[in-house]
């Protein structure tokens, strides 16, 4: 390692250094691919659940609106009819 350029011993540990790396980049892809799948499945489940929720959230808001807007409207019928009543 004194000089620029590498004897056997030193470039053969860069390349075992190296090909150990390779190696353990190729072992982490295969197990992110294994993987990976399930965990993709779990957020779409988890997303379909959430946007189920909201559809929920806004048939239940629509018809509460809508049981709002009937009562008012029987109320102004009944106010407007008592009103016209002797």
């Not at 988890?46 to 629509?62: G, M, S, T, Y």
Request: glycine fraction near 4%; hydrophobic fraction near 35%.
């Amino acid at each position: 390692m004194g000089t620029r350029d590498l004897d056997n011993d030193e470039s053969h540990c860069v390349a075992t250094c190296a090909q150990k790396h390779v190696n353990t980049g190729r072992k982490t892809l295969e197990l992110f691919s294994a993987i990976n799948p399930a965990f993709q499945e779990k957020k779409l489940v988890e997303q379909q659940e959430q946007l189920k929720k909201i559809e929920n959230e806004k048939v239940a808001a629509a018809a509460a609106a809508a049981a709002e807007a009937e009562k008012s409207a029987v109320a102004d019928i009944e106010n407007n009819g008592k009103s016209k009543l002797p």
